[in-house]
């Protein structure tokens, strides 16, 4: 539904939670920026993300890695021999194109394991032609690697090439070994870990959908061979739990099984858990058990022993792992196309005549709304009352205050930017009950609050 990804695109720019980068250049295609409301709304869903994964999960711990990590670790990863994508040229209009996305939006095939050759042959074979111009003149297939290179240090040679990261995972199999004996962890243990990742994307787009520069969030759980699909079943319900309570609806996620063909030649078992984004759906977060393809990996590139030695049954071995790698910025815009609704409002105004208008609201969790409630001051003349609410709430939650316009116009604004409550400050708070009026954002409903209640009143509404 385009219309609706574009009212959300509209929305995210004008209320400041997503601008276009660098936009007083002329922007650079693809990136965004977020803003004032954006930044808090980010920050939600990843402390969200940590409080469930590490803070509620007695197997989880945390990490930070660098960005920037020695060349090795790619070479093991196999990020700098497959990490890429099959690309080819249309001789005639200069275009560039995946094959497999050609053959793919041609008549559907999945082409997952196919070799270039087999592509080609297909592409020649079905006669498929350049979306662009038209004709079939294409140059062969060439494999492009995803990956950022760049120079550290003063000269840009070979040696001093380093690449950034296409995913935080490898910083958690370098670090296991540390973690395992700094923690004394024993396996079944995991590890956390949110942050930057770059991939030099093709066909970047969908708003932040597919972006060049992205957040993520991983596990890698490490447990025995022969338990791995047993961790596999419990990460799964894990993460699927993780978006239920959140408030995405159980009818706009899908669970999609890899078969045989798709899967990774390491991997057992990948689930992709698909949302139902306002284009159609999309892969938002993927869980896979990866045997024990990484860790094996740099033992035999760096040459140090990451086996796992269990005090229990004395033996050794390599742990397997299961990993739900999750994008911030796809949760971002699930939980942004969940959250957005018009509703029309039927009311009646002082003459008794019936009064319809359309109300945009955003229905988003309290956890993940950028501002808890809002302070509001019925007249200006109660401004320096209604702060002192404003202070004492503000060292709790991020709060907003506004004093501007009617107390109606004042709902609609923090309905739109998804406020769950409106805290209106009136004279009999003054003079008789020091009670306040919330108001809530779902259901417009209206209840006396005493002021001394109110932290309690909000902290109960924003646990999931
Ligand atoms: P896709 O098939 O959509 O390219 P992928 O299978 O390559 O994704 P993974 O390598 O499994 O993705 O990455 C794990 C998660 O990281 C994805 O499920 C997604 O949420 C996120 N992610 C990956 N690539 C991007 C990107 N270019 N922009 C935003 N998020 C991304």
Redesign the pocket.
């Known amino acids: 539904n385009e219309k609706v990804m574009d009212k959300i695109v509209d929305l995210c720019k004008s209320k400041g939670f997503v601008y276009p980068g660098s936009e007083i250049y002329g922007g650079l295609a693809n990136t965004w920026d977020y803003g004032p409301l954006g930044v808090e709304l980010k920050n939600n869903i990843k402390r969200a993300w940590m409080k469930k994964f590490v803070q509620e999960n007695k197997y989880n711990v945390g990490l930070d890695s660098a960005i920037l990590m020695n060349p090795q670790t790619w070479v093991a990863s196999g990020h700098i021999g497959g990490f890429s994508d099959p690309l080819m040229d249309c001789k005639e209009c200069k275009t560039r194109h995946r094959a497999d996305n050609l053959i793919e939006d041609f008549d559907g095939t999945n082409v997952a394991g196919w070799s270039n050759e087999q592509m080609m042959d297909y592409i020649k074979e079905k006669g498929i032609t350049c979306p662009n111009c038209g004709k079939q003149n294409f140059t062969d297939i060439r494999q492009f690697n995803l990956m950022f290179k760049t120079f550290q240090g003063v000269t840009e040679d070979s040696k001093s090439e380093l690449y950034l990261r296409p ?1 935080t995972a490898q910083g958690i199999f370098v670090n296991f070994a540390n973690i395992q004996r700094t923690t004394r962890k024993k396996v079944p243990f995991g590890v956390a870990q949110v942050g930057k ?1 770059f ?1 030099n ?1 093709i066909t ?1 787009g969908n708003f ?5 520069e ?1 957040e ?1 969030m ?1 596990l890698e759980f490490f447990c025995k061979p022969g338990t791995d699909l047993e961790w596999f079943d419990y990460w799964r319900s894990y993460c699927r739990n993780f978006l239920l309570s959140l408030g995405l609806k159980e009818e706009n996620i899908r669970l999609r099984d890899h078969d045989k063909e798709e899967l990774c030649f390491y991997s057992k078992a990948t689930t ?1 858990f698909e949302y139902l984004f306002p284009f159609g759906w ?5 869980v ?1 058990d990866r045997t024990d393809y990484d860790l094996t990996q740099h033992i035999n590139t760096s040459g140090k022993s990451l086996e796992y030695f269990d005090p229990e049954t004395n033996e050794k071995y390599i742990p397997y792992v299961i990993e739900p ?3 911030v ?3 971002f815009l699930s939980v942004v196309t969940e959250a957005y609704d018009e509703e029309e409002i039927v009311s009646t105004d002082k003459d008794g005549k019936e009064k319809r208008e359309t109300r945009t609201v955003m229905h988003f969790h309290p956890a993940l709304a950028p501002f808890k409630a809002a302070v509001l001051p019925l007249v200006k003349k109660l401004t320096p009352k209604a702060e002192e609410v404003y202070d004492m709430l503000s060292k709790k939650f991020m709060v907003d205050f506004d004093e501007a316009g009617t107390i109606g116009k004042r709902y609609r604004r923090q309905d739109e930017i998804g406020t769950p409550f409106c805290i209106t400050y009136d004279f009999d708070t003054l003079e008789k009950d020091n009670c306040v009026t919330v108001r809530d954002r779902d259901t417009m409903q209206q209840e006396r609050v005493n002021i001394n209640d109110l932290v309690a009143y909000l902290e109960a509404k924003m646990t999931f």
Do not use: K, N, T, Y
């Open positions: 995913e990742s991939r994307e970047p932040i959908f597919r972006v060049r992205f993520q991983e992709d999309g892969e938002l977060w993927g896979a790698s999750l994008g910025e796809r949760l």
